[in-house]
């Protein structure tokens, strides 16, 4: 992924990237990027289109991945990990995948707690379930965050309260000015660094498309349009659009046209 290493290191100039695939990290390349410095944590987890619900879900060399994952540990020997993924892999192989995981990690010598959480609890404007692992040498003495919104806490982040300051745009516009001020917390943090507004820019589409967007209604996708409009094919949330009063629901990989998700 070499623009996004690109853009990671752009933003975070004091790291040491390594763009590479995993399966070539060797000890000796892994020890001169260290350069004698102890790692206390590891962070990462492997792609998840294997294990993802969305996808074809199948154990391909992707869904074995993680084995990498645990080589690279056995080299750093870091006091703790953490391993995240989709939900999928609890009950990819009929379950007996995950505990392969937690096995070949306790193998090594880490003391193993799992857990689901979903951003949407703690502030994000998206339910976005992930399964975070925690690895600790000995004993785990790790505790899971508690939840800040929902029910009796704070209310959730909608789409209204993440993206409301933007200005609304129509086909082939783009505008550099935001609609109002901050209002809310989540657009108090997200703009407290005093950037401008910059890329919001609506591609030029076609007529047909501008039609369905337009009618379509809130949680509506192409199943819900006029027959004369809608789509012949497509997955059920193809050509959808959100809940503006809602949290957003995942955002995949795939989100650049209206045909790709909701």
């Not at 070539?24 to 590891?42: F, H, Y």
């Not at 962070?43 to 994952?69: E, H, I, W």
């Amino acid at each position: 992924e070499k623009d996004i290493s690109i853009a990671y290191t752009l933003n975070h100039p004091n790291v040491k990237m390594m763009n590479c695939d995993i399966n070539d990290l060797t000890e000796e390349k892994l020890a001169e990027v260290l350069d004698g410095v102890k790692v206390d944590i590891v962070v990462g987890g492997p792609p998840c289109q294997s294990y993802s619900t969305v996808g074809k879900r199948q154990m391909d060399a992707r869904a074995n991945l993680f084995m990498q994952y645990k080589r690279v540990l056995q080299i750093i020997q870091p006091k703790a990990f953490v391993f995240e993924n989709v939900v999928g892999i609890l009950s990819m192989d009929h379950g007996n995948l995950f505990k392969r995981v937690q096995a070949e990690f306790e193998e090594i010598g880490y003391t193993l707690k799992y857990q689901v959480l979903d951003a949407v609890d703690y502030g994000v404007p998206q339910h976005r379930e992930r399964v975070i692992l925690v690895g600790f040498k000995g004993t785990n003495p790790f505790e899971y965050p508690a939840a800040t919104h929902g029910e009796g806490l704070k209310p959730y982040v909608t789409l209204k309260d993440a993206i409301g300051d933007l200005p609304v745009l129509k086909s082939g516009q783009q505008k550099d000015y935001y609609d109002k001020d901050a209002d809310n917390e989540f657009l108090q943090f997200v703009r407290s660094s005093g950037c401008d507004l910059t890329e919001h820019v609506a591609p030029k589409n076609g007529e047909h498309l501008i039609r369905i967007m337009e009618a379509l209604k809130d949680g509506e996708s192409k199943d819900d349009l006029p027959e004369d409009i809608r789509p012949k094919s497509g997955y059920g949330n193809t050509y959808a659009k959100l809940w503006w009063e809602k949290p957003s629901t995942t955002i995949t990989r795939n989100f650049a046209c209206p045909s790709s998700s909701r």
